[in-house]
């Protein structure tokens, strides 16, 4: 089992290179953690990705699909108090965005405070950096 940040889960839909060996570790592990808001910030990825040209309309529908299958698969941390309270402590200690501070304190949730117990999937350097801090074994390929 792995936290899968949104930038990790972006590229297992997305023509990237670290796709191919995402689907590798995806395929070994297929369980995956994810924050209540990685289908949000996927699709945000995909938004702007179709905007700049680099994927067509016509594909946009089928890495939707894709996106849902995975959102049904993977198991979801919810929002409450405890991620915003640890997102809040987080914003005060790194250099994250909001988003980025909800997808780690999901993690560390997820991990019951105890971050060396689970492996961070993520391709974003500030958060990766973060979340090696906190005590995570992050996963980047």
């Not at 938004?47 to 995975?70: I, K, N, P, S, W």
Request: hydrophobic share 50%; proline share 6%; aromatic share 4%.
């Amino acid at each position: 089992m792995k936290f899968w940040d949104a930038s990790a889960v972006a590229a297992l839909l997305l023509d990237e290179p670290a796709r191919g060996p995402l689907l590798d570790l995806l395929d070994e592990d297929p369980v995956m953690l994810a924050w209540w808001g990685t289908p949000v910030e996927c699709v945000s990825a995909i938004a702007r990705r179709e905007r700049e040209g680099a994927l067509a309309l016509t594909d946009v529908a089928t890495v939707l699909e894709h996106l849902d299958g995975l959102a049904r698969a993977w198991q979801e941390i919810l929002p409450g108090d405890a991620v915003r309270s640890t997102a809040r402590r987080l914003l005060r200690v790194h250099p994250l965005r909001a988003a980025d501070s909800l997808q780690l304190a999901a993690a560390i949730v997820a991990a019951e405070h105890d971050p060396a117990s689970l492996p961070f999937v993520c391709l974003d350097e500030r958060l990766s950096d973060a979340a090696s801090r906190e005590g995570f074994r992050t996963v980047r390929t």
